[in-house]
């Protein structure tokens, strides 16, 4: 799909990747519904980028709040025609030691933000019979990066990855579906504890946070790279040649566990889950004709 002078709705576009995203978009001549957590953060975005750019307050981990925001960007652009499903938040610590509520969140904003977001705006473009596109922020860590110390983190965005693949398979065709897996980028993420119900995180955490991610691609170059695939129909959009070395080494992983414990066989074929899905559902049609 072509982003030029398109209708486009960012989520998390206030800060990051997603500000990065909203500005090369309005650039482009798009108009931009910044949508954000943080009301405040995305008026000061939208009023850098330009008139193009329209804040909207939308917390992605409640649902009614994602419908109202959709409502008021049908409204404000007359129409969606691509959304930017990128907020996100990281959690750092042991996986063993966090605890249910932390979860909670992480999956709640990674998750079902994402799953509510593709959802509400899915159903409203299928439903104005026009070509839209929805491209999901996962990340390098969906594609088998082992970083210890964020788990949630890693978790949640495993699942945001599976959206993605289930999206493109169930949506119609002139629904596209992308998921953008970057590496490190120099955003604000450490500061996720802005808009956490447990606080601003432990301190020296934060401040490991806030150097890791200093080091990391502009946002700007994730966000041009995450355009281009877009417009190119790409279904996994990736940034980092580096994230590459994590994917070898989980398919490495997979192929010797394969090769030794469940090699091909004559009869492989026979536990094709799509396939008997697919016979299944013929048959009960056959009988049922017959009937
Ligand atoms: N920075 C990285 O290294 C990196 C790498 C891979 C993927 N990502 C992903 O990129 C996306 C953008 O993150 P970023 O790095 O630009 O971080 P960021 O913290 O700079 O920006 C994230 C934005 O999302 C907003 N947000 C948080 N919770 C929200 C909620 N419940 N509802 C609406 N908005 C909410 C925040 O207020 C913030 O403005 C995230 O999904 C993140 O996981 C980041």
Redesign the pocket.
């Known amino acids: 799909m072509k982003l030029e002078n398109a209708r486009v709705v960012v989520?998390?576009?206030?800060?990051?990747?997603?500000?990065?995203l909203a500005k090369l978009l309005a650039a482009r001549g798009c108009k931009v519904v910044v949508?954000?957590?943080?009301l405040d953060?995305?008026t000061a975005a939208a009023s850098e980028i330009g008139p193009l750019a329209h804040p909207v307050r939308?917390?992605?981990?409640?649902h009614a709040?994602v419908e109202a925001l959709a409502e008021q960007a049908y409204a404000l652009l007359g129409g969606v025609d691509a959304v930017f499903a990128?907020?996100?938040?990281?959690h750092s610590g042991a996986l063993i030691d966090a605890t249910p509520e932390q979860l909670d969140w992480v999956m709640?904003?990674?998750v079902r933000?994402v799953w509510s977001t593709a959802s509400v705006f899915a159903k409203r473009m299928i439903a104005s019979g026009h070509p839209g596109h929805i491209c999901i922020?996962?990340?390098?860590?969906a594609l088998g990066l082992q970083h210890t110390g964020g788990g949630l983190?890693t978790a949640?965005?495993h699942a945001?990855l599976g959206l993605g693949e289930i999206l493109r398979a169930e949506l119609p065709e002139t629904i596209g579906v992308s998921v953008?897996?970057?590496?490190?980028?120099?955003?604000?993420?450490?500061?996720?504890g802005?808009?956490s119900p447990f606080g601003p995180g432990d301190p020296g955490s934060v401040a490991v946070g806030a150097a890791v991610?200093a080091r990391?691609?502009s946002?700007d170059r994730?966000a041009e790279g995450a355009i281009a695939g877009v417009e190119r129909g790409d279904f996994l959009i990736v940034t980092h040649s580096i994230s590459f070395k994590a994917a070898e080494r989980r398919f490495a992983e997979i192929s010797a566990a394969f090769a030794a414990q469940a090699p091909w066989s004559a009869d492989a074929e026979r536990y094709d889950v799509n396939r008997v899905v697919a016979e299944v559902i013929a048959s009960l049609k056959d009988a049922g004709d017959k009937a």
């Open positions: 989520t998390g576009g206030a800060a990051g990747i997603g500000k990065s949508a954000d957590y943080d953060r995305a939308c917390d992605v981990s409640d709040s990128n907020a996100g938040v990281s709640g904003v990674n933000g922020t996962a990340s390098e860590h983190y949640s965005k945001a953008l897996c970057p590496g490190l980028a120099n955003t604000e993420l450490h500061l996720s802005r808009v991610l990391g691609m946002a994730v």
